[in-house]
């Protein structure tokens, strides 16, 4: 399969496409810089510019989207005095919001001009609303299944949520696949000493993420799964490891810090994740292997 990777220079990207070259495929990866040791043919392509997108997906099967430009406060705007988090620079927000919603539609059309059949884009767990709140928030429900209401408060989860109602709209228009991915925190080795701090301090991030994860690995998987498995029209995916990032029982930690929240399955037992990946499990085949906790 020929397969078109955006964003392939970065964190992500560099892994999909080893994932994808080493299961046999064709890849392409455009960035706005070529990778200094690239894996597979490489071009410098600026996402904005939707008229050259069209010759650069001729000939594709399919295109995975995971080009974005990353928002700040999700590292660093956490106040633990409020739990809450904080947007300070909201005209520099903003335009990260218009530039990522810009390319994810661009992407789109491009694809569906070119006659592209598959199409993978890169979503969040943001787009659940618990991730990066400004306001007190807490689940319906645990675990999270891709049923619960979609309220982000935060301008990269808003961004996110855009993007797969974008990807709702396209897929009525044409016979396509769409594959929205909604990734936990993704971590590479470099992450992982912060992960482990992350376990003295169960709220140093607010309890929004669940103790989620995804390991840099997985997270290509799941890319490649979602590319070679078949359904119809737009599907979203939970895609998180099966554990929290946490060596506490996870449902002692809901009754500390989220006592009012309901469990909706039963038998849950020692360490499992409050966002549930079963839909990806079903349908891609796909389930998280490189486990912190293990």
Sequence with gaps: MKIVVTGGAGRLG?????????????VLCIDTVVPTEPACHSLAVDLREVKGLFSVFE????VMHLARIPFPYTANGFDPASGLWQTPDIA?????????????????????EAGIKKIVTGSSLAVYGLYY??????????????NHPL????PYGMSKLVGEQLCDSFATKKKIQIASLRFAGIATDEQYPILLERQRDPLCRGTGALWSYIDVRDAAVACRLAVETNFSGHEAFNICAPKTMMEEPTLELVQRYLPQVKLIKSGLQDNWCGYDAGKAESILGFRAVHLLVD
């Design 59 to 62: 000939g594709a099967d399919a």
């Design 151 to 154: 309220i982000p408060q935060d």
């Design 92 to 112: 520099v927000d903003t335009e990260r919001f218009c530039h990522n919603v810009t390319i994810t539609y661009n992407v789109l059309v491009a694809s569906l």
């Design 133 to 146: 709140p400004s306001r007190p928030n807490a689940p319906d429900y645990l675990p999270i299944d891709e």
């Design 14 to 26: 560099r892994y999909v496409i080893e994932e994808l070259v080493g299961h046999g495929h064709d």
